[in-house]
């Protein structure tokens, strides 16, 4: 029987892949037979990390530096990782970040747009930089990493960060319609509260307490249960989906 899990032969760039969710979905990637380019800003440390462990477990990575706010850097960074590992057959585009809590008389306008062009575009322009390749090959599946802020507006001071991933659920939505009729599946996870970096800098104990109350199984999750189900919907075992949301959070909310 065919195991529909197995990446091998494809090439994956995920971006925001140093640390967190992204990490992990790089080492799981690669963990079932793709070769990942991990895109990565300011984080080089952990990316080289990451790439380590991969080459550790026999798998092969690159690391590449790209601001994920720039398209032009975008573009490069996609372009990087084909000339390394071959046309991008998978794509996570994981980069983003909450980049400050602030409410809505203290949010500037540089802060709301640093959040959109971080969330929002960096995922736009990402994906329109594979496309190319991916509709002369009829192949490809991508995956936008969203939140649950975007169904619920978020904790405190963070507006502007969950009006991104609102947006980001609405993109994969628009880019599935269009690229579905060239074989190329667009999906998206919604992590709920997440062991990862983004909390220890943005969620104080307390908070941390406090959303745990709120998620019926007790617990936060962790960057690997988010990657798991990355995995899922990059492979054929998933070949049937796109346009979809995937909520990952414990039952904290049930639409």
């Known amino acids: 029987m065919k195991n529909l899990l ?10 925001g892949a140093s640390s967190g969710i992204g990490a992990a979905a790089a080492e799981l990637l690669a963990g079932l037979g793709a070769k990942v380019a991990i895109g990565y800003f300011a984080n080089a440390r952990g990316a080289e990390e990451v790439r380590g462990r991969i080459a550790g477990a026999g798998g092969h990575a690159v690391t590449l530096k790209a601001d994920a ?25 994981n980069a983003g970040s909450l980049v400050k809590r602030a409410s809505l008389r203290e949010l500037s306008e540089h802060t709301f747009d640093d ?11 990402c994906t329109a930089a594979v496309a190319e390749s991916m509709i002369a090959r009829r192949t ?3 995956v936008n990493v969203g939140s649950i802020a975007g169904h619920n507006g978020g904790g405190p001071g963070a507006g502007a960060y969950a009006s991104a991933k ?19 599946r667009v999906n998206a ?25 709120a998620i019926p199984m ?8 988010c990657a798991t189900v990355i995995a899922f919907l990059v492979s054929d075992a998933a070949s049937y989906i796109t346009g979809e949301t995937i909520e990952i959070n414990g039952g904290q909310l049930m639409l």
């Open 115 to 125: 959040i959109f062009d971080l969330n929002v575009k960096s995922a736009a322009f």
């Open 140 to 142: 490809g599946a991508i």
């Open 6 to 15: 197995d990446l091998s032969g494809k090439a994956a760039l995920v971006t």
């Open 189 to 213: 996870i919604a992590p709920g509260v997440i062991a990862t970096p983004f909390h220890e800098t943005f969620s104080t104990p307390e908070m941390m307490q406090n959303f745990v109350k």
């Open 218 to 225: 007790g617990r936060v999750g962790t960057p690997h249960e």
């Open 69 to 93: 706010r720039e398209v032009d850097e975008v573009q490069s960074l996609v372009a990087q990782a084909a000339e390394a590992l071959g046309p991008i057959d998978l794509l996570v585009n």
């Open 166 to 184: 609102a947006a980001l659920m609405a993109l994969t939505k628009s880019h599935a319609r269009e690229l579905a009729p060239h074989g190329i």
